[in-house]
Structure formats: C-alpha cells, structure tokens
C-alpha cells in the first residue's frame, strides 16, 4: 500500500518536473528567436517561400493607381525624376529597374520582398532606425546620385503603396527566399582587377560600353544600357560600390537575362569584374553620418577609420575571409 502510494507520488513528482522543463525550454526558446530576429538572423535564413504577385491583379481603385504609378516610378525613373523628368530633375538617368529587376520583383535581382515585412529597422549604416521613405531616399541619394524627395510627395506615397503591395502577405520579421540579393562566397584571396577586365572586355563590354558610359536614348532622357562607371553611375557612398554587394547581384543577373537558376559567371569572375569596375572613377559623395560606430562597417566597406587593423585596400578588395574572421574573434572577446 505504501509502496503503491510512493510511486504514484513519485510520478507526479516527475511529471510536474517534465512540465516545468517544457515550459521553460519554450521560453527560452521564443527569448533566443526574437533576440536572433532583432539581430536580422532568423529573417536572414527565412525558407518563406514567396510567389511573384501578378501586377494585373492590382486593383483598379484610387489606392491601386498609386500602386501603378509607383511602380511606373520604379521601371521608368528617368522619366519621371531623370535630367529630363516630367516631375523633376534629381537624378543621373539611371532607373531603380536597373538594379531592381523587374521593378524589384526578381528573386535574387535586389528584390523588394522583404521591405514591407522588414521596415522600420534599425540599419548600422546610418545608426538609426529607418523608414521605407529613408531607405528610398538613400538609394535616390546614392544609386541615383541625386536628391531625396519628400516623404509626402506623391511620388513618394506610390512607391512605398508599390513595396507595401509588393510585400503583401508577408509576415512581420520574416525575409521571404529571393528577398534582395544572395550572399556570394568570399574568395581565398584578393578580387583581381587586372582579370576583371579581361571578363569586362569578353562580357560586358558589348551592352556596358568600351569606357562602361552604358548607352543613352539619343534624346538623353535615359538609358538603353545603363553605365557602370563615370559621371552618370552610382556614387561611392553606394550599395554596388561595395564589391561583396555588386558580385552577388551580377553573379545572379548579368550579363543580362542570367538568373539564379541559371548563372553565367563564375564565383571568380564575379568578384573579379567587381573588383575592376568598382576602381573606375565614379562620383565622390559621401555621408558624414555614415557607419557611426565604426565596429559595425562590414568586411568590404572601402573607408576606414577601422576598428580592425586592416587596410582600404583589403577592405575594398579582399581577401575579406581574415577581417571577418577578426571581427567574429573581437566579438567573441567582448562576450567573454
Ligand atoms: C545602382 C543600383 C541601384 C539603383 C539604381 C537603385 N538601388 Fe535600391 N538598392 C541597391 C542595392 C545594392 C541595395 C542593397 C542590397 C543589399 O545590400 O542587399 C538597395 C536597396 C534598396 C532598398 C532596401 C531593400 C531591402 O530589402 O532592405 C530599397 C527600398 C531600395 N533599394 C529602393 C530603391 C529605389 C526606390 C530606387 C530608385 C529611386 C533604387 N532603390 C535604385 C541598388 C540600387
Ligand atoms: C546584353 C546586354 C548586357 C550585358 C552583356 C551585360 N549587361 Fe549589365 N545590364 C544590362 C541591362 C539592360 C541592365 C539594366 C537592367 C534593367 O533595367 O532591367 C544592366 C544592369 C547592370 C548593372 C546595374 C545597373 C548599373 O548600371 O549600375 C550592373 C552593375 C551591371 N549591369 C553589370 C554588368 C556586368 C559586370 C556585366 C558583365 C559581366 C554585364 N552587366 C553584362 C545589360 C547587359
């Protein structure tokens, strides 16, 4: 009888213990997921899968002709915002298209699927936290080289209902497959610019140009082939100017018509053809307000002040393997 007693009182025991473990686990568990979702990891490894939405399904309301003309905007910038734009002269010529395909809606081509589940976020490149309006206006500042543009223009309403559309369906956090562009794998060594002409020469030359001016529509208003140097390119303080940036988005798009299914450069040419058209000269804008804490710059941001003991040189070349590897070490350190 005691016995029988014991045992029913140990199993209790044991099951309240399993209990409280599980209950436990599960809080540590939602603790480390939104830590890790607030550091941008879980959203950088999303499997969300993500269906290209259909711009014919855009409805035909005053909300979906704002969703039209912010895509418009986004396909035929220089139109509307270009040295000869209908609404205002900003810009270099470029569009966002050029380096958004599709308006954004390519997997792989710097696609704008993860931007309405990921704004407002705080990006280390400006040390604040960003708007869908900020993060347009750096590209316009940037990529565009040109001026940003209200917050409540509407130019500026009907691109962010365009990414918002673009987004739809989307959970908050989560960075569906696809979203922007992939990660390229580093090299074992320095990205070479003497053979990034020659694949230049062989692969790009054709629509890019001899001297990378791209080619303009003879009334000037824009680009046929968009340049990839000189006064009309993006400026320095870029995305594409870092090299890591503009190898995985030629890796997976050029020459035009590749697509991450089906690539056309090497790992090596990639970073290589980077490594020559990132030494062209091209406009000389930067932001004082950039990279304010100077630990946050990633491996291949070209202008120091570091907080590594590594070189411009390295830091705009490569090889970025030995800087990353003393970032994670500094990190470790700090934890320690
Ligand atoms: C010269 C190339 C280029 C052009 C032109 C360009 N962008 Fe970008 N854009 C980039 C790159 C590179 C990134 C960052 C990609 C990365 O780091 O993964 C980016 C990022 C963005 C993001 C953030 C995406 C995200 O998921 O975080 C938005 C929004 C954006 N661009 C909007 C625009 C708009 C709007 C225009 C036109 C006014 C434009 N861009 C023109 C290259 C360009
Ligand atoms: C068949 C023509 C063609 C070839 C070849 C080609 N491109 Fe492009 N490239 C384009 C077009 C067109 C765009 C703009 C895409 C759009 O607007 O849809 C573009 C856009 C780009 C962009 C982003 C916009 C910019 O001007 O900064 C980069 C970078 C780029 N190409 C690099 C390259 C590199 C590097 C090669 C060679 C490996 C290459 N391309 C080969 C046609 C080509």
């Not at 309240?16 to 997921?33: D, F, G, P, R, Y």
């Not at 205002?88 to 993860?114: D, E, R, V, Y």
């Not at 794998?185 to 003497?194: E, F, G, I, Q």
Request: charged share 20%; aromatic share 10%; with cysteine.
């Amino acid at each position: 009888m005691g016995n029988t007693f014991s045992r029913t009182g140990w199993l209790m025991i044991a099951g309240l213990i399993i209990l409280v473990l599980l209950i436990v686990s599960e809080l540590i568990l939602k603790q480390t997921q939104s830590k890790k979702l607030m550091a941008g990891i879980l959203s950088a490894k999303s499997d969300y899968p993500w269906q290209i939405p259909d711009t014919a399904s855009i409805p035909h309301t005053a909300e979906g002709d704002l969703i039209r003309y912010g895509k418009d905007l986004i396909a035929n910038t220089a139109m509307h915002l270009g040295p000869k734009g209908l609404v205002a002269n900003i810009t270099n010529g470029m569009n966002c298209q050029n380096c958004h395909i599709n308006a954004g809606l390519k997997p792989f081509g710097n696609c704008f699927s993860a931007v309405a589940s990921t704004y407002p976020k705080y990006r280390p490149r400006s040390g604040r936290v960003e708007s869908i309006e900020f993060r347009i206006n750096e590209c316009l500042e940037r990529s565009l080289n040109g001026a940003k543009i209200d917050s409540l223009s509407k130019e500026m309403r009907a691109m962010v209902a365009y990414m918002n559309w673009v987004g739809e369906g989307v959970p908050k956090n989560v960075k569906p497959i696809g979203a922007g562009l992939d990660e390229i794998k580093y090299l074992d060594r320095a990205a070479d610019t003497a053979q990034g002409r020659l694949v230049y020469f062989s692969k790009c030359q054709s629509c890019h140009g001899p001297e990378g001016k791209g080619l303009m529509y003879p009334d000037s208003a824009g680009f046929v082939y968009p340049p990839l140097w000189g006064d009309k390119s993006y400026n320095v303080s870029a995305g594409l100017f870092r090299l890591s940036r503009f190898a995985s988005y030629i890796h997976d798009n050029m020459p035009f018509g590749a697509s991450h299914n089906a690539q056309q450069l090497s790992i090596e040419e990639s970073w290589d053809v980077a490594a020559f058209v990132n030494s062209q000269p091209r406009p000389d804008k930067r932001f004082s307000y950039d990279w304010p804490d100077i630990k946050t710059k990633p491996e291949d941001y070209p202008f120091g002040p570091y907080a590594d003991g590594f070189t411009e040189v390295q830091h705009k070349y490569g090889p970025f393997g030995p800087i990353k590897k003393a970032k994670e070490d500094l990190k470790k350190n700090k934890a320690m």
